[in-house]
Nanobody
Framework: QVQLVESGGGSVQAGGFLRLSCVASGSRAIFNAMGWYRQAPGKEREFVAGITTGGITKYADDVKGRFTISSDNAQNTWYLYMNGLRPEDAGVYYC???????????WGQGTQVTVSS
């Protein structure tokens, strides 16, 4: 059974930087895509960024140019580098390991990101 554990959330001022990490334990080899989603209070969970095992990336429009997703397949870990954080980026960030793209797979427990103006 696969377990995903996020870390790296915290509180920063607008314009600041955070790096989120997600470590997969168990049979990570089942994933062909990894991603990050976020959920703000009162809103639905939304896609932020994704990466395939082949290194193809995709980003939500509002994070393009500010966020970068990467993966270290040898360490079963993927990252989200968040630069130029804005208050609207705040929320709980969840990592996602997908077995058929990101539509089906496993979730992490979430890590809180707070951005003050």
């Amino acid at each position: 059974q696969v377990q995903l554990v996020e870390s790296g959330g915290g509180s920063v001022q607008a314009g600041g930087f955070l790096r989120l990490s997600c470590v997969a334990s168990g049979s990570r080899a089942i994933f062909n895509a990894m991603g990050w989603y976020r959920q703000a209070p009162g809103k639905e969970r939304e896609f932020v960024a994704g990466i395939t095992t082949g290194g193809i990336t995709k980003y939500a429009d509002d994070v393009k140019g500010r966020f970068t997703i990467s993966s270290d397949n040898a360490q079963n870990t993927w990252y989200l580098y968040m630069n130029g954080l804005r208050p609207e980026d705040a929320g709980v960030y969840y990592c996602r390991g997908g077995i058929a793209g990101l539509s089906t797979g496993a979730w992490g427990q979430g890590t809180q990101v707070t951005v003050s103006s």
